[in-house]
């Protein structure tokens, strides 16, 4: 024989005594607690920025370390491909991601800052549309961040990264199943529609970025003394590029007291 169950009783009613602001106290102390919110940048006052993750900043750069695009010799195809594309791209037409590969010291980086600066001096009354956004290659996994900083803003951007390796992308998948690593570098290098290689230069081309430099910065030096010491240099360092050709010219102006410096803020650059 069963009992019958006993109904069970309701809650007690609890009356609440907390009076109504302390629930926005403790809402804004949460809201200071809370990490703030990145500032939107200030697109207006650069041409170019840095990309840092850690703090979801860009960091803009008020002098771009570049060279004149007429002292990049050796490149005259790449060069105007490049430019083409990216004129396209800043009027808002078709264009590609550009993979620029090769040769070290052969104006790769160099290309793409020139070109930049070129392409937004010609936009005319749109000039400073096109902006440069550096990201370092270690922050590449951060990449939709930076793209979701920057849609919806009224520019164009170039997102650029200097020395990026396909070898180490992925270094977890070389051992147990390097298959897939392979695959994975392809998928990557495949988004690049735009592939340009560089080489490296001839005796005649390396002169020439030599000369270059010189003519463009005033540097006294006689045409006999430039060609042997030049080519004395590049042998001793067993390369010739415009790398090493930069690296002479700033030796020999050394040497006879020009400062390049003060010769490229006076120019502008």
């Avoid at 050796?74 to 620029?100: C, H, K, S, W, Y």
């Avoid at 270059?212 to 001793?236: F, I, K, S």
Wanted: net charge neutral; charged share 25%; aromatic share 8%.
């Amino acid at each position: 024989m069963s009992l019958p169950k006993k109904p069970l009783a309701p809650p007690p009613l609890v009356s609440s005594t907390v009076p109504g602001d302390v629930f926005e106290r403790i809402a804004n102390a949460l809201e200071r607690l809370a990490p703030p919110h990145p500032r939107p940048p200030d697109f207006t006052i650069a041409d170019a920025y840095i990309w840092y993750p850690g703090s979801r900043t860009l960091a803009p750069v008020p002098r771009v370390n570049r060279v004149d695009m007429s002292l990049l010799k050796g490149i005259d195809r790449m060069r105007d491909i490049l430019v083409e594309n990216t004129e396209r791209f800043a009027r808002g037409l078709p264009a590609n991601n550009a993979l620029l590969w090769g040769a070290r010291g052969m104006g790769k980086s160099s290309l793409v800052k020139a070109a930049h600066a070129a392409v937004n001096a010609g936009l005319g009354a749109d000039a400073g549309l096109l902006k440069l956004v550096e990201i370092h290659r270690e922050d590449i996994e951060s990449l939709p961040d930076l793209m979701t900083l920057l849609r919806g803003a009224p520019y164009r951007f170039l997102v650029f990264c200097d020395d990026l390796s396909f070898d180490a992308q992925n270094e977890r998948g070389s051992a147990i199943n390097p298959g897939e690593a392979v695959e994975e570098k392809v998928s990557l290098s495949d988004r690049f529609g735009l592939w340009l290689g560089f080489h490296r230069c001839s005796e005649d081309e390396f002169l020439a970025m030599v000369e270059g430099y010189v003519n463009y910065y005033g540097v006294p030096v006689d045409a006999a003394t430039l060609r042997r010491e030049a080519l004395e240099w590049a042998t001793t360092r067993g390369s010739r590029s415009g790398r090493v050709a930069w690296q002479y010219v700033q030796d020999v102006a050394g040497r006879l007291g020009v400062r390049l410096m003060e010769k490229l803020a006076s120019l502008g650059q």
